[in-house]
């Protein structure tokens, strides 16, 4: 009799879970149990959910799992009955641009942030309890730690990332000392924050993407807040401190505003890296000629 040309632990999840135990396979077992035809076979659309206007941008969960938040380009967030398929809030945001991030501070708070360069903070209720308008550039991520329900963190593409506390008064000025991490000190003029994740596990680490190839991870312990870079003002002054004025000392080490060296750690891929390291070494020659 011939053989089959498939090994059995092929031939289902049982089969990969025991050819897995005596040692037969590693990353193949992951990969074929991680997505299996059965499993694909079954997904279908079980409801679409309409009420915006506009792309809807982001998705976020309450920490139950019994409200599901949307927000999009028509400035609004919705909160769903994700079970009974039903809209139970809709909230004007008050921003006058498009809505990227949504984050459940607690169950009845809610934050986002918008590329009018906000950060708003409101209960279901819709009530404001934070309107922040310290960035200077699209707000593009925002984080939240799961033991500190008063924090938030919003990452923005004029290169800061912002630490904001709803225990504490707030209005925007240039003496605020809410800046956790300032990128431009660190990468350059044009450094923007592209995103931002908390540890679930180990709420004080802090993990950032910029607009280069590396991930960096923060210990928010160590780091000492610092003053914002400025004020908003219009765009075209605005445009011009942020690449001359306020990158003037970049990688210089400004004691006031530098992140400890054993407070963040640089992750990426090893031929990305020595790109990078590449650039930054022409750029610098260029500079110099």
Avoid at 105 to 121: E, F, I, M, Q, Y
Wanted: proline letters at 4%; one cysteine or more; glycine letters at 6%.
């Amino acid at each position: 009799m011939g053989r089959s040309q498939d090994p059995a632990w092929t031939k289902g999840t049982v089969a990969l879970t025991a050819a897995r135990e005596r040692g037969d396979i590693d990353r193949k077992f992951q990969n074929d149990l991680t997505v299996t035809r059965s499993m694909i076979d079954r997904l279908g659309l079980e409801k679409e959910l309409h009420g915006h206007m506009g792309c809807v941008n982001c998705l976020e969960w309450n920490y139950d799992g019994s409200i599901l938040a949307s927000a999009s380009d028509d400035l609004h967030v919705i909160l769903w009955d994700p079970y009974r398929y039903k809209e139970l809030h809709k909230i004007a945001t008050g921003h006058t641009g498009n809505i990227f991030s949504v984050k459940f501070v607690s169950n009845d708070t809610l934050a986002t942030c918008a590329a009018d360069g906000t950060v708003r903070v409101r209960n279901t209720a819709g009530t404001s309890l934070l309107e922040c308008s310290c960035h200077c550039g699209r707000v593009k991520r925002l984080a939240s730690p799961p033991d500190n329900p008063n924090l938030i963190w919003s990452a923005g593409e004029d290169g800061v990332v912002i630490q904001h506390d709803l225990r504490t008064s707030h209005r925007c000025n240039a003496v605020n000392t809410n800046v956790l991490v300032n990128l431009i000190k660190h990468l350059g003029r044009y450094a923007e924050a592209k995103c931002v994740a908390v540890n679930p596990r180990r709420p004080y680490q802090l993990a950032v993407g910029a607009n280069d190839c590396y991930a960096r991870l923060y210990d928010t312990r160590m780091i000492k807040l610092s003053r914002g870079h400025q004020t908003r003002v219009p765009t075209s002054q605005m445009l011009f401190d942020r690449q001359n004025v306020l990158c003037s000392r970049a990688g210089h080490g400004d004691p006031d505003n530098d992140v400890p060296k054993a407070a963040v750690q640089y992750f990426a891929p090893g031929l990305l890296s020595l790109y990078y390291h590449i650039l930054a070494i022409k750029e610098n020659i260029m500079i110099f000629i």
